[in-house]
């Protein structure tokens, strides 16, 4: 079975800290994904990476970086955590073959205060 | 609790009877759509996918039927259980590594 993790499910930050999120998928996925899901809004695309030290910009990366160092890992990192960005924050990981479901993590509730 | 599914659209059915989700979709060039259901506090989980070069898929007590003139996609569970209950959404993808989401349905199975 694929496995999607992601290192918290829940987490309280503090406006201005410096957030990191972490995914790691075990079948040698190419692709990963980072949305995040709010209520009415469905899952929007913050950041995209089809290999190591790649990365695309999404559909709101504003106030969100990321890294992928290794294959199977791609962090999310919010760089002053802001209330807005309180948050369902869910990874996936796909093969880069076209046409190809994405696999999913848990999720982390990212609640800044 | 789980706030996601606080606004979407609710389906109640009774256990035991077959539930119809139905899912629009928006860019005509989509060429592949995925099924996820996604239970409470969890991540979604596929269910099953369909290209457009079919109308039909079937799996294990699910269905997708693809309309490509309407742009519609929907999801049949055969005697739903009460482990159904969940919040489904389509996904669509042109192609690329871009997947389309919808907002999701919310279905409720009644004891």
């Known amino acids: 079975d694929v496995k999607v993790t992601q290192s918290s499910r829940y987490l309280v930050k503090r406006t201005g800290e410096k957030v990191f999120l972490e995914c790691v998928q075990d079948?040698?996925?190419?692709?990963m994904f980072w949305y995040r899901q709010d209520p009415g809004l469905g899952l929007r695309l913050i950041y995209f990476?089809?290999?190591?030290?790649?990365?695309e910009k999404g559909d709101i990366p504003e106030g969100y970086s990321v890294s992928r160092e290794k294959k199977e890992r791609f962090s999310l990192i919010l760089e002053s955590a802001s209330t807005n960005q309180t948050s369902m924050y869910l990874c996936?990981?796909?093969?880069?073959?076209?046409?190809?479901?994405?696999?999913f993590g848990q999720g982390t509730r990212l609640t800044v205060v | 609790g789980e706030s996601v599914g606080l606004h979407l659209p609710t389906l109640s059915v009774q256990e035991g009877d077959n539930s119809i989700i139905n899912c629009a979709y928006s860019n005509s060039a989509s060429d592949y759509f995925i099924w996820y259901k996604q239970e409470s506090g969890k991540g979604p989980q596929f269910i099953i996918d369909?290209?457009?070069?079919?109308d039909k898929r079937q799996g294990q007590r699910v269905t997708v039927l693809l309309n490509k003139t309407v742009k519609h996609l929907s999801l049949q569970i055969a005697a739903t259980q009460p482990g159904d209950s969940a919040v489904y959404f389509c996904a669509e993808n042109m192609g690329t590594y871009k997947y389309i989401f919808g907002t999701g349905t919310r279905l409720k199975v009644l004891a």
């Open positions: 996936a990981s796909s093969f880069v073959n076209l046409n190809t479901e994405a696999f």
């Open positions: 990476s089809y290999d190591v030290k790649m990365k």
């Open positions: 369909i290209r457009s070069n079919m």
């Open positions: 079948m040698d996925h190419e692709n």
